[in-house]
């Protein structure tokens, strides 16, 4: 069982920045392929970032290229979601997950909610226009 804590979600204008963190209790956390998801109210959980357990590879939402980027550090057992140039759309509650990483994974394992077996309990982001 894997416990995950985010961290750092808030009010911010548009154009302003964010750095989301998530705290995971597992001594193996270095096995474990990371992923950022959003839901917006009224909308279906959709996929915003995720990295592989070396953090050798990533993958974004075409909505959040270039804005947002990924990052892990193993020996703090955190993944981290920094969020820059911030839009009204992008408000939303931020969920950390993590997947046991295996090496035949696909893009689909990794950018899908079906993929991940974790969830935190998420955090809130509000941007205002």
């Known amino acids: 069982q894997v416990q995950l804590v985010e961290s750092g979600g808030g009010w911010v204008q548009a154009g302003g920045s964010l750095r989301l963190s998530c705290a995971a209790s597992?001594?193996?956390?270095?096995?474990?392929?990371m992923g950022w998801f959003r839901q917006a109210p009224g909308k279906d959980r959709e996929f915003v970032a995720s990295i592989s357990w070396t953090g050798g590879v990533t993958y974004y939402a075409d909505s959040v290229k270039g804005r947002f980027t990924i990052s892990r550090d193993n020996a703090k057992n955190t993944v981290f979601l920094q969020m820059n140039s911030l839009r009204p759309e992008d408000t939303a509650v931020y969920y950390c997950?993590?997947?046991?990483?295996?090496?035949?994974?696909?893009?689909?394992?990794?950018?899908?909610?079906?993929?991940?077996?974790?969830w935190g309990q998420g955090t809130q982001v509000t941007v205002s226009s």
């Open positions: 597992t001594r193996t956390f270095s096995r474990y392929g």
């Open positions: 997950a993590a997947r046991p990483q295996l090496t035949t994974d696909t893009i689909k394992d990794l950018t899908t909610t079906g993929g991940y077996d974790y």
